[in-house]
């Protein structure tokens, strides 16, 4: 008999997978970003997107999580990329507001 038949059945079906891969489909419909060709809005869009995806997916760890130094590091991430998403989203209100190079395309 198999060890591992049914290993991924149980697997797909704790409360911690069907949370993570919530977040992977929502981190990842986020960074389905309409681009407009500028590099620079286009980067911090995207990656605002993927630091939420990135928290949600760590506060998942944090709370369901026993092993404790795994926990600790979630909660790093978490406060690091929230950090950067503030910075990012001023970087974005910045760029935003710029009148368009009249040199890009």
Same mark, same amino acid.
């Given at each position: 008999?198999?060890a591992?038949?049914g +290993?991924d059945?149980?697997?797909? /079906?704790?409360?911690?997978? #069907?949370?993570?891969r919530?977040?992977?489909d #929502?981190? +990842?419909?986020?960074?389905? &970003?309409?681009y407009t060709?500028?590099? /620079? &809005?286009?980067f911090?869009?995207?990656?605002?997107?993927? +630091?939420?995806?990135?928290?949600?997916?760590?506060?998942?760890?944090?709370?369901?999580?026993e092993?404790?130094?795994? #926990?600790?590091?979630?909660?790093?991430?978490? /406060?690091?990329?929230?950090?950067?998403?503030?910075?990012? #989203?001023i970087?974005?209100?910045r +760029?935003?507001?710029?009148?368009? /190079?009249?040199e890009?395309?």
């Amino acid at each position: 008999m198999d060890a591992h038949a049914g +290993h991924d059945e149980a697997a797909s /079906d704790a409360p911690s997978t #069907r949370a993570y891969r919530e977040a992977a489909d #929502r981190m +990842h419909q986020a960074m389905n &970003i309409t681009y407009t060709g500028d590099a /620079d &809005i286009d980067f911090l869009r995207g990656m605002i997107a993927h +630091h939420e995806g990135a928290i949600a997916m760590a506060k998942i760890a944090a709370e369901q999580g026993e092993a404790e130094d795994v #926990r600790g590091l979630a909660q790093e991430i978490i /406060d690091a990329q929230e950090a950067e998403i503030v910075r990012m #989203r001023i970087m974005l209100a910045r +760029h935003e507001d710029a009148p368009a /190079d009249p040199e890009r395309p």
